[in-house]
């Protein structure tokens, strides 16, 4: 089967979980960014895995927020089925709060 390559970017947290800022990854053509993200799991650990899903529901954490190709794509189910192409670039941040 065909090998794509996606670029994804750590920010935050996710940045010091990972310990790059960015890395490109060879992929099957037609992974979805769900199996991207499970891919990336099993690359970086099970912190990351839990950092990313909700163990419960198996959700993306609403407090991620994650990009393919500057699109919000965490917020619906369906867009995680999004199939993956050449080239996209998928950003993974965690949403920092605080303050007064």
Do not use: W
Request: net charge positive; hydrophobic share 40%; glycine share 8%.
């Amino acid at each position: 089967m065909q090998q794509i390559e996606v670029s994804v970017v750590y920010l935050s947290f996710f940045q010091e979980l990972t310990g790059t800022r960015e890395e490109r990854v060879k992929v099957q053509k037609g992974m979805t960014l769900r199996e991207f993200l499970e891919l990336l799991c099993v690359r970086h650990g099970e912190v990351f895995r839990k950092t990313i899903f909700d163990p419960k529901t198996g959700r993306v954490f609403s407090h991620n927020h994650i990009t393919l190709n500057g699109q919000l794509a965490h917020l619906l189910d369906k867009n995680l089925g999004v199939n993956l192409r050449e080239g996209d670039r998928v950003v993974i941040a965690h949403a920092v709060s605080g303050g007064e």
